[in-house]
């Protein structure tokens, strides 16, 4: 698993997205990697200052991964209502909605005013 942390203000706590490689992947592979600029930045984590690659999200920035997020969650949420048919099984569910599951997460990560930075790594 991999990681997409967002941080609020200096020294307060960070909040983490695991993701599997395969999401990383696409993510990477997609307009998610375009928006904002990673930035050598210090942050004070857990009483020690650290070095890290940000990209802050300041309005336009927020708008534009909001913007990102809403497109390809619709796109997930119609793919998956197509894979899923009538009756799906518990684990066809689960399997089914997990990106979408992610995507979601994300975007509440972004829609949240009180982080101001994300790692992208």
Not at 10 to 28: C, F, M, P, R
Not at 43 to 61: C, N, P, Q
Not at 74 to 102: C, F, H, M, N, W
Request: aromatic share 12%; charged share 30%.
């Amino acid at each position: 698993m991999l990681n997409i942390v967002f941080y609020p203000a200096n020294g307060e706590l960070s909040y983490s997205v695991d993701v599997s490689e395969e999401i990383y992947q696409w993510l990477a592979k997609s307009e998610f990697s375009k928006i904002g600029k990673s930035v050598l930045r210090k942050m004070e984590i857990d009483g020690e200052t650290e070095k890290l690659f940000l990209v802050k999200l300041g309005k336009d920035t927020r708008k534009k991964f909001k913007n990102f997020f809403r497109d390809v969650i619709t796109q997930e949420s119609d793919q998956v209502l197509t894979q899923l048919g009538d009756s799906p099984s518990k684990q066809e569910y689960q399997q089914a909605t997990y990106r979408l599951k992610i995507l979601q997460e994300l975007r509440k990560c972004i829609e949240n005013q009180d982080y101001l930075y994300l790692q992208r790594c």
